[in-house]
């Protein structure tokens, strides 16, 4: 199941999960591995960056329309069904699909090459500090559908005047040749909906309701109450799942449902030992258990969009997250990467799109610590801002800098947020420093904005214990983290924090910091096994 909840009814869907066969380009050997997964779980690939291609075969059981879903595929997909290219995908971790038209019933061949080698073809997976994996890592669906299907749907709560309404938006396809009347009917809380319309051939169109509801349970992180909006046709259903929330912000504050949240964060990577990036549903919700475990409210999913099932969980406990788009680190030269604009273009839009419902999802980030201090690199920030607001208003944007007091781009987001690392890299004082960036900031286009630290932490290998707590010792990530804490709950500049870094994860061995203590960044209050760290009981007393 790649959802928490049932999203059809009527529409037949059969998950293609499971083992496929495999062959690695360079290898001769015939493999077969576990969809979801990563090829490194594999002994023979566990650093092999390459080009791998897994296959299947596929039973149709009636001759229809298809459509394929695939959730992650790290980090080029090409596709081929029957040999036919239907699909080409940059990006591991946002979902695509393909529409596969009158397939006869009977058996036919799937094939998925997957590619994780890096190059200019590739500009926002590049050797960093975590590793682009390689396999098809999250799950695949292969769904019946007719002529005329429900694509997506896209709800909007909106709270006036002591009333809940929301703004439906379903969008439908007709990939037939012919015309199309149809009835569409909708359901969410009280209120149910039918609306008859045209659609023409091979043409797709957006329906649009705005109604009020009564008695609505908000959505909040104490009480994160959810309704099921199912939109349906002949032949075809989609149903999502959203709640009822605003989020606003002022000078200094976030607000839900107009009341003040202060976000205490962890940033999160999707790595677990030996399985890598294709996390089962057990591992994220264990995940989430530790976090809420810990005391925190929030998460960040670092540095890119998350798995779907992840974020359902989140919907399901209350707990806030700042999703961001795919981007770590770059210089402007990696910017001027012919493909960077579109690639990040493509990774916001499929973000948004996919989503868009979750009320647990309250910031929406882009391209951490980039060039943001130089003017070329400050307009990339604000195109990718200007996009965001084309899809979607009701959500405030961010970015994390590392830009201190050089930062171009903080005119951009709604909310200015910053890395810094006291006591790690930078200086001690973590409340000089603060102090010092805030004023700085009120000096730029970033004035009067609400301030998040996105990161901050040390480093921590698990099972070094020392008594003069050496810089890597658990001692000494403990007191790093213990004074940054108490600076950043006791200032009331500060609408958030999160902690660098959940869990400990891989990093490439070819990025310059590769010299990472077990090619891995240490930071985690837990190690990449889920096995926790001295500093964990220091931070949830500091979070309780
Ligand atoms: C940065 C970056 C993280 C990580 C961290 C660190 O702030 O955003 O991805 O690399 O530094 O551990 O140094």
């Not at 990939?175 to 149809?182: A, D, E, L, Q, R």
């Amino acid at each position: 199941m790649n959802r928490s909840f049932e999203t059809h009814i009527i529409r037949e869907e059969k998950s293609l999960d499971g083992l496929w066969n495999f062959k690695m380009k360079g290898f001769e050997k015939n493999y077969t591995l576990p969809v979801p997964g990563c090829w490194e779980q594999h002994p023979d690939f566990i650093s092999h960056r390459g080009k791998g291609t897994y296959s299947k075969t596929v039973c149709v059981k009636k001759t229809s329309n298809l459509r394929l879903e695939f959730k992650g595929v790290s980090h080029t997909a090409d596709v081929y069904f029957d040999g036919k290219k239907i699909a080409h995908h940059y990006n591991a971790y946002t979902p695509f699909s393909a529409i596969l038209k009158n397939v006869t019933a009977g058996e036919h061949e799937l094939k998925v090459e997957a590619d994780n080698t890096f190059g200019e073809h590739s500009a926002l997976h590049i050797p960093n500090d975590y590793y682009t994996y390689g396999g098809i890592i999250r799950p695949v669906t292969m769904e019946y559908i007719p002529d005329v299907y429900i694509k997506h749907i896209h709800f909007t709560p909106l709270f006036e005047n002591g009333a809940w309404s929301g703004k439906t938006q379903v969008c439908i396809s007709n990939i037939s040749s012919c015309n199309k009347t149809i009835t569409l009917r909708t359901s969410l809380a009280d209120k149910v909906c039918e609306k008859t319309v045209e659609i023409g051939a091979d043409c797709e169109i957006i329906c649009e309701f705005e109604q009020i509801y009564t008695d609505i349970k908000p959505w909040s992180s104490s009480n994160p109450h959810l309704y099921l909006l199912k939109a349906e046709i002949d032949g075809d259903d989609l149903i999502e799942r959203v709640g009822f929330r605003t989020i606003s912000f002022d000078k200094t504050r976030l607000y839900i449902n107009g009341e003040s949240v202060f976000l205490k964060g962890v940033n999160r990577h999707e790595d677990f030992a030996s399985f890598g990036s294709a996390l089962s549903l057990q591992m994220h919700c264990t995940d989430l258990d530790l976090i809420e475990n810990l005391g925190a409210n929030a998460v960040r999913t670092s540095h890119y969009p998350n798995d779907e099932r992840f974020l359902d969980m989140c919907d399901e406990r209350g707990i806030f997250v700042w999703e961001e788009n795919h981007a770590r680190g770059l210089e402007l030269e990696q910017m001027q990467n012919p493909n960077f604009e579109r690639q990040c273009k493509d990774c916001i839009y499929e973000m948004i799109q996919n989503h868009y419902n979750h009320p647990s999802i309250i910031i929406w980030g882009i391209l951490n610590e980039c060039a943001s201090n130089t003017c070329e690199g400050a307009q990339m920030y604000k195109t990718q801002f200007e996009q965001i607001k084309t899809l979607d208003t009701s959500r405030p944007t961010s970015f994390a800098s590392n830009k201190r007091y050089t930062d171009l781009s903080l005119g951009y987001p709604d909310i200015v947020s910053y890395n810094i690392y006291c006591g790690w890299y930078h200086v001690n004082d973590s409340n000089a420093e603060l102090n010092r960036l805030y004023d700085w900031i009120q000096t730029t286009d970033g004035k009067d904005k609400p301030m998040i630290i996105s990161e901050f932490g040390a480093g921590g290998i698990y099972g070094y214990r020392d008594s003069a707590r050496a810089k890597w010792s658990e001692e000494r990530q403990m007191d790093i983290l213990e004074e940054n804490i108490n600076t950043y709950l006791n200032n009331n500049k500060l609408t958030g924090i999160f902690i660098w870094l959940f869990a400990d994860c891989r990093v490439d061995e070819s990025w310059s910091f590769g010299t990472r203590p077990k090619s891995q960044n240490n930071k985690g209050l837990f190690d990449i096994y889920r096995r926790e760290k001295l500093a964990l009981s220091k931070v949830k007393e500091l979070f309780k």
